[in-house]
């Protein structure tokens, strides 16, 4: 009996070596030890024995049984470690490995001019108004001193959606739009945003472009405020030395009408052939408000007069970073719109 005894702990020990999950050692555990485990059954066999070798069998029985359960128990704390250990390599993360780079986008330029003009003009105490894109034949034209069927509406081809609606082929309605919630009071604002054109789309046009218009009404506003303006704007927007000329021009909302020409940055104004030889840019259009847009929007042009100016966003950018085909904007190229990210 006693060999049966030592044949249990080497049966159990070799067990033992091979099991490697928690389960399978509980399985085993109850195998050994259990009510009716191995050991119980050897021990079942205790009342033939003569009372000295009960003794003797007795006391070997409980190291026999201490020690496994202390095997048991050991086995147990190792398995948990080495799970443990598993799930903390998995886990690891080497904080040495150099990191992901991802790449940022950038502000398109033609943004970027428009923030540019939005932190010069309120600068000057402009406020930026917006207006929506889908605008109202009366506001967009009938407002603005263009009635159904004036000869002028032939300057800007128009994308009707119906009769009364089109898309804006100018910012000047938000002129209109703001004029009409000030109930003739004083206004100062810049309105950017996207304009329409039944264009052909070729290196200098675009079905689709963007204009910043400006509006000034108070009391005494001149002609001179509106070149002060603008020559501010030119030698912000491009260089101090910039000069500007206002040549008389037609606009239906503006009386008198002029467009305006920055010098030319290429040859200083000696002439060039980005100038064609001229010396100067034309860069917008402006004028001081027709007194018929004036009281058709509730003001008195007794009382109230100033100016307005519409800047081709696109024109301006073209000029300050050089390039020759405005469809560069619209084609969403990213070699070309990379070179005009802040972090490259
Ligand atoms: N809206 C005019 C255009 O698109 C530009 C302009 C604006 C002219 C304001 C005069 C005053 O052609």
Request: charged letters at 25%; glycine letters at 8%; a negative charge.
């Amino acid at each position: 009996m006693l060999s049966k005894l030592e044949n249990v702990l080497n049966d159990a020990e070799l067990d033992l070596a091979k099991v490697n999950d928690l389960n399978a050692l509980v399985q085993l555990k109850a195998n050994y030890l259990g009510k009716k485990g191995v050991l119980a059954s050897v021990m079942s066999n205790m009342r033939d024995l003569t009372v000295e070798q009960r003794k003797e069998i007795g006391m070997r029985t409980n190291v026999i049984k201490n020690s496994l359960e202390e095997k048991f128990e050991a086995k147990k704390n190792q398995i948990e470690e080495a799970i443990i250990n598993q799930k903390l390599q998995n886990e690891t993360i080497d904080v040495t490995l150099p990191g992901v780079d991802f790449s940022i986008g950038g502000i398109h330029p033609l943004n970027q001019t428009i923030m540019e003009l939005e932190d010069l003009y309120i600068g000057m105490g402009y406020t930026v108004a917006e207006g929506p894109e889908i605008e109202t034949d009366e506001n967009c034209f009938e407002k603005l001193n263009l009635p159904k069927g004036h000869p002028a509406r032939d300057m800007q081809d128009t994308f009707y959606i119906n009769p009364e609606l089109l898309l804006r082929s100018q910012t000047s309605p938000v002129q209109v739009r703001t004029m009409m919630e000030n109930d003739g009071k004083p206004i100062k604002i810049i309105c950017p945003g996207k304009v329409y054109r039944r264009d052909a789309d070729d290196a200098t046009h675009s079905h689709q472009f963007m204009q910043c218009e400006g509006l000034v009404l108070g009391k005494n506003i001149t002609m001179a405020d509106l070149k002060g303006a603008l020559l501010e704007m030119a030698q912000k927007m491009f260089d101090k030395d910039r000069q500007i000329r206002l040549r008389p021009s037609f606009f239906p909302f503006t009386e008198p009408s002029v467009e305006v020409d920055v010098s030319c940055g290429m040859c200083g104004g000696k002439g060039c052939s980005t100038c064609k030889g001229t010396g100067w840019i034309e860069v917008l259009g402006a004028g001081m408000v027709n007194d018929n847009v004036l009281r058709m929007s509730g003001y008195d042009p007794a009382e109230i007069q100033g100016y307005a100016f519409g800047i081709g966003v696109e024109r301006i950018t073209m000029l300050k970073h050089r390039i020759d085909d405005i469809r560069n904007f619209y084609t969403n190229d990213v070699r070309f719109l990379n070179q005009f990210k802040e972090v490259k």
